[in-house]
């Protein structure tokens, strides 16, 4: 197989591209995909500063190497999940990435940070599936870390499988709100938010995975353990179906979406206002933010249960 | 018992000695190391092949797994074969982002 952009032996075959490269048109190939889509979606520009969240993953360390490489002005920010042998691993292969760049990384750990306040244990405290607490405790860490950090924009390493997955979930249960809510680039809802960006929402997994390896990025390869059995590894299992038998299918399926369906659902009702959080001051729904809530709640069933034993 | 050969088969080269009169060694290739990840599972596979033949017949679809063998990544129609350790790394993630 040859590279379709110098004819040297190929590397990486990109099935719903139709097309293939050897390593230095496949990474050309990426860096251009990434610098197109942003520009395309306006999502920011070169004299903002950008907070990359990294988890250790091939994603997101794929966009921070990307964007660095692009010539962004960017600094790291890993949120420590204090989820084992996993969270430990994602840390330090975040930290080495950082490092051997000369790359600025804040690492917020949630045990360290909110005593006790690890995933697998405030799941444990409220009875709640461990992905509901993390996306809760990500949205506000990183919000809050953007905010105090006086950053334009934070970016996550969302990628094309993940925006399909999650498309399919709100078209099969006709999510209106959230659909009218998918797009890649969010602007700011209120004062102390900042707008979020998804780079990467063109690149595939494959693509990501092939990136960081080519680059000579250590990344975590494991899944997180909270993860088996997750609907949106169901979601995206369907669409790798769909993929294999019609290659392509799930960068039309995103795109086109973005295109013709969007606007569609762009005048479904909104979730609500926003108003600033009693205790944090962080935007929020009602007097107390999510975030807050699921803290209170995590120190009242302790509580419960000391007086109880 | 060591078999003789007549002198008709040694002067048409049809022996198998060396012409110092040692007999060649031979190597039988190792069977092709195959190892899944994250999975950890390690499998064995005798037989040339292509990658694509090989992903399949593990029940793999394409464009899930990364193919490597040593630091290079393989496409589909190239050919794996026994004495290669070759590594299929899953690209999907449901953790990590």
Same mark, same amino acid.
């Given at each position: 197989?040859?590279?379709?952009?110098?004819?040297?032996?190929?590397?990486?075959?990109?099935?719903?591209?139709?097309?293939?490269?050897?390593?230095?048109?496949?990474?050309?190939?990426?860096?251009?995909?990434?610098? /197109?889509?942003?520009?395309?979606?306006?999502?920011?520009? /070169?004299?903002?500063?950008?907070?990359?969240?990294?988890?250790?993953?091939?994603?997101? #360390?794929?966009?921070?190497?990307?964007?660095?490489?692009?010539?962004?002005?960017?600094?790291?920010?890993?949120?420590?999940?204090?989820?084992?042998?996993?969270?430990?691993?994602?840390?330090?292969?975040?930290?080495?990435? @950082?490092?051997?760049?000369?790359? /600025?990384?804040?690492?917020?750990?949630?045990?360290?940070?909110?005593?006790?306040?690890?995933?697998?244990?405030?799941?444990?405290?409220?009875?709640?599936?461990?992905?509901?607490?993390?996306?809760?405790?990500?949205?506000?860490?990183?919000?809050? @870390?953007?905010?105090?950090?006086?950053?334009?924009?934070?970016?996550?390493?969302?990628?094309?499988?993940?925006?399909?997955?999650?498309?399919?979930?709100?078209? #099969?249960?006709?999510?209106?709100?959230?659909?009218?809510?998918?797009?890649?680039?969010?602007?700011?809802?209120?004062?102390?938010?900042?707008?979020?960006?998804?780079?990467?929402?063109?690149?595939?997994?494959?693509?990501?995975?092939?990136?960081?390896?080519?680059?000579?990025?250590?990344?975590?390869?494991?899944?997180?353990?909270?993860?088996?059995?997750?609907?949106?590894?169901?979601?995206?299992?369907?669409?790798?179906?769909?993929?294999?038998?019609?290659?392509?299918?799930?960068?039309?399926?995103?795109?086109?979406?973005?295109?013709?369906?969007?606007?569609?659902?762009?005048? @479904?009702?909104?979730?609500?206002?926003?108003?600033?959080?009693?205790?944090?001051?962080?935007?929020?729904?009602?007097?107390?933010?999510?975030?807050? /809530?699921?803290?209170?709640?995590?120190?009242?069933?302790?509580?419960?249960?000391?007086?109880?034993? | 018992? *060591?078999?003789?050969?007549?002198?008709?088969?040694?002067?048409?080269?049809?022996?198998?000695?060396?012409?110092?009169?040692?007999?060649?060694?031979?190597?039988?290739?190792?069977?092709? *190391?195959?190892?899944?990840?994250?999975?950890?599972?390690?499998?064995?596979?005798?037989?040339?092949?292509?990658?694509?033949?090989?992903?399949?017949?593990?029940?793999?679809?394409?464009?899930?797994?990364?193919?490597?063998?040593?630091?290079?990544?393989?496409?589909?129609?190239?050919?794996?074969?026994?004495?290669?350790?070759?590594?299929?790394?899953?690209?999907?993630?449901?953790?990590?982002?």
């Amino acid at each position: 197989m040859k590279c379709k952009r110098c004819s040297a032996t190929a590397t990486v075959q990109l099935r719903s591209h139709n097309t293939a490269f050897c390593k230095p048109c496949f990474v050309f190939f990426f860096q251009r995909g990434v610098e /197109r889509a942003i520009a395309r979606e306006r999502m920011f520009s /070169r004299d903002e500063r950008i907070l990359v969240a990294v988890s250790g993953g091939k994603d997101s #360390l794929a966009l921070w190497d990307t964007l660095v490489a692009l010539g962004y002005e960017t600094e790291g920010l890993y949120l420590g999940l204090g989820i084992g042998a996993y969270s430990s691993a994602s840390e330090q292969k975040t930290r080495t990435f @950082a490092e051997r760049r000369g790359l /600025r990384l804040q690492v917020v750990a949630l045990d360290e940070a909110e005593a006790g306040l690890g995933i697998p244990s405030v799941a444990a405290a409220t009875r709640r599936p461990a992905c509901s607490a993390c996306g809760t405790f990500k949205r506000h860490h990183f919000d809050r @870390a953007a905010l105090a950090g006086g950053f334009a924009v934070l970016a996550t390493g969302h990628n094309l499988d993940d925006e399909a997955a999650r498309l399919l979930g709100n078209v #099969l249960h006709w999510q209106l709100p959230y659909l009218a809510k998918q797009r890649p680039v969010l602007e700011p809802t209120h004062p102390r938010f900042v707008r979020k960006v998804r780079p990467l929402y063109r690149t595939s997994e494959l693509e990501s995975a092939t990136y960081a390896f080519l680059r000579g990025i250590d990344y975590v390869v494991e899944e997180c353990p909270n993860s088996a059995g997750a609907t949106q590894l169901i979601y995206k299992d369907v669409m790798n179906r769909l993929e294999n038998e019609m290659p392509g299918s799930k960068l039309a399926f995103v795109t086109d979406f973005l295109s013709h369906g969007l606007p569609l659902f762009a005048k @479904a009702p909104e979730i609500a206002d926003l108003g600033e959080c009693a205790r944090c001051g962080m935007p929020a729904a009602g007097d107390v933010c999510g975030y807050c /809530r699921l803290v209170a709640e995590v120190g009242r069933r302790r509580a419960q249960a000391v007086a109880h034993s | 018992m *060591q078999r003789t050969l007549g002198p008709d088969r040694i002067a048409r080269g049809l022996s198998r000695r060396k012409p110092d009169g040692s007999v060649p060694r031979f190597r039988v290739p190792a069977p092709m *190391q195959v190892r899944l990840e994250p999975q950890g599972k390690q499998l064995t596979i005798s037989g040339r092949r292509r990658v694509g033949d090989l992903v399949r017949s593990l029940g793999i679809l394409a464009g899930t797994v990364l193919v490597i063998r040593g630091d290079e990544l393989l496409t589909d129609d190239a050919f794996v074969d026994d004495d290669d350790t070759i590594e299929l790394r899953a690209v999907i993630s449901g953790g990590a982002g």
